[in-house]
């Protein structure tokens, strides 16, 4: 299989149903080392079942690289270099602290013991401290503690901060940016809460009924979509332009556009540049109806 | 081979109760003896019965102290049964959850993110079974074992009797070996029941026991009530019965013992577990015919496992 440098997920026609719904539909994606990707999509659009085929955990159809390798076939040989955090209710309750860094420590050769123990000294957890002992919020921590001390390329978050207050929840993703995020790694992420992450990805896909509905980079995007505060005057003019999507707000419409010139959307009202929240809502239209 | 001690590690962590069961086990039957002891002493002082005819064996020469020395070896024995009966509820349940329980609470994403392979789990798990759960039950009724001696020894004496020279006829050495090397051959036998157990504890969506426990039964009542309408069944020289359970009950200690010349009235107890009648269960073919299919089962398990992570619940 031949794969670009730099490519660390290459993905072609994936397919995957569940029964008789189409859980990936002909997914081809291309992710490149280096870069933020947030993966966005509605409840049961296909977010977690690409990231299972992905970290090897699910069956499918087409073609596959994750770092040069087949998950289907290689996920222990892949999971030396890929490192995934599951949502926090993964960790096995049972478990001590000390339990899991000896474990970790043992059967993983890219774990730094010392790393994780100082990632855990920033924190209330002891190494005696059981997993039901800790909240939620320090059930994640630790978690991300153990995999920000692994020397991973490709980290796959899915809902990492899933039930996590606000604290938390900044702290994890400000954590992840510091201490662990470089030129040679890579994040997938998904979430529902598309606002606090947005300032920190580089690359958006959005992913709806198993199809990829948009891949860009933060860059491309804000290229490509403007949105424009119009009078009401103006609101007739800026319809006739195929707006992607139109809402009312104090009397004034605010109009999404997909790729038309920005002189032309200028003369119409003032100029912002969208919101993931937005782009996302007026792409995802009638996707519930 | 570090990683797979790392594993079974982790299922010690996981289940204390492969040393608490034989612990609590052993005790109980020390606290009885010793309860037993006690009473017996008191009931006799009140009657004004010279008490000791229990421990009259050793003012009988020769053939009293070989019986009374047989008599420590039989309780060597029982006390490692007694754990037993420990051991065989332990893996049975430990067995059945093991590659549900994990995907029940979805904490198999989290050991799946680490680079261990589906067969090193898997195995690791069957050798716990198979040699760590009886392990730890025969070094714990082993002391408990020693510690029995040591009451009778001072019972006795309180008696004015010396124990000493029946416990110096007694083979607790050889029949520790003995028993240690029951250990590779049960697990030999213990395997079909590994297998299958383990086979629908990767398979199950729900309710692993079900599937391992009540299967099998409806088989069988099927099978007898098509046998009683005279329709196509299994029978003849193969007992159906006595595959399913040898599907279900192999975890049983020496539960193969049956398949040797194994015989409780023999004169030494000792001898009775000697190696080379002990070892006589590794020519028969219900050992080996145990074996493949259980290691076929355990193959079937790998697989289930590397497919199988969602559960209903």
């Known amino acids: ?289 | 081979m570090n990683t797979l001690l790392l594993l079974m590690k982790r299922e010690y962590w996981e289940h204390r109760s492969f040393v608490w069961t034989p612990v609590w086990i052993t005790s109980a039957i020390l606290i009885l003896t010793l309860l037993t002891t006690i009473s017996a002493e008191i009931f006799a002082g009140r009657a004004g019965i010279p008490m000791g005819f229990t421990l009259d064996a050793l003012r009988y020469g020769s053939a009293g102290l070989a019986e009374f020395s047989n008599g420590f070896d039989l309780s060597q024995l029982m006390f490692a049964a007694a754990s037993c009966i420990g051991v065989f509820a332990v893996s049975f349940f430990y067995l059945l959850g093991s590659l549900y329980d994990d995907r029940r609470d979805r904490s198999v994403l989290f050991w799946k993110s680490l680079p261990i392979s589906d067969t090193a789990t898997v195995a690791s798990k069957a050798l716990t079974a198979m040699l760590v759960i009886p392990s730890f039950a025969l070094a714990i009724s082993t002391l408990a074992y020693i510690a029995f001696v040591a009451l009778i020894v001072l019972w006795a004496g309180m008696h004015g009797l010396s124990a000493l020279p029946a416990v110096a006829d007694a083979h607790p050495l050889a029949m520790f070996s003995h028993l240690l090397l029951m250990l590779p051959i049960g697990a030999l036998w213990t395997l079909p029941t590994v297998g299958w157990l383990m086979f629908w504890s990767a398979y199950a969506r729900s309710k692993p026991f079900m599937w391992a426990v009540l299967l099998p039964i409806i088989a069988v009542i099927a099978n007898a009530w098509l046998h009683l309408i005279g329709g196509p069944h299994i029978g003849g020289d193969v007992s159906f019965v006595a595959i399913l359970s040898r599907l279900l009950f192999s975890v049983m200690p020496g539960g193969w013992l049956n398949a040797t010349s194994f015989d409780l009235h023999d004169r030494h107890i000792v001898d009775t577990l000697d190696p080379g009648r002990i070892g006589a269960v590794l020519g028969s073919p219900n050992l080996w015919l145990g074996v493949v299919a259980g290691l076929a089962l355990l193959a079937a398990a790998v697989w289930l496992r590397g497919r199988r992570i969602e559960t209903n619940v």
């Open chain 1, 1 to 289: 299989m031949s794969t670009p440098m730099g490519t660390i997920v290459h993905a072609r026609n994936l397919c995957k149903n569940y029964n008789t719904t189409k859980a990936l539909d002909a997914v081809s994606l291309d992710i490149q080392a280096g870069r933020i990707v947030g993966l966005i999509g509605p409840n049961g659009a296909g977010k977690t079942t690409a990231l299972k085929a992905i970290l090897g955990l699910t069956d499918f159809t087409g073609e596959l690289s994750v770092l040069g390798l087949d998950p289907r076939t290689h996920r222990p040989r892949l999971m030396e270099q890929v490192c995934f955090i599951a949502d926090v209710a993964v960790l096995p309750r049972w478990l001590r602290v000390r339990e899991a860094i000896e474990f970790v420590t043992g059967v993983h050769p890219r774990f730094s013991r010392e790393k994780c123990q100082a990632f855990l000294a920033r924190t209330k957890i002891e190494p005696h401290m059981r997993v039901r002992e800790l909240s939620k919020g320090m059930i994640a921590q630790l978690h991300l503690a153990l995999v920000m001390a692994i020397d991973a390329r490709l980290l796959v978050l899915d809902e990492p901060t899933l039930g996590l207050d606000i604290l938390y929840r900044k702290a994890f993703y400000e954590s992840l940016l510091t201490d662990y995020f470089d030129e040679n790694r890579t994040i997938i992420v998904t979430t529902h809460q598309v606002e606090e992450i947005e300032h920190i990805l580089t690359d958006l896909v959005f992913i709806r009924d198993g199809k990829i509905v948009l891949a860009a980079t933060m860059d491309e995007v804000g290229e490509r979509y403007a949105e424009v505060l119009v009078n009401p005057d103006r609101a007739q003019a800026a319809r006739a332009l195929n707006p992607l999507n139109e809402r009312q707000i104090f009397g004034k419409s605010i109009f999404l556009f997909d790729g038309v010139e920005r002189a032309r959307l200028a003369e119409l009202g003032e100029l912002h540049k969208p919101s993931v929240a937005d782009l996302f809502v007026a792409t995802m239209k009638g996707t519930y109806a």
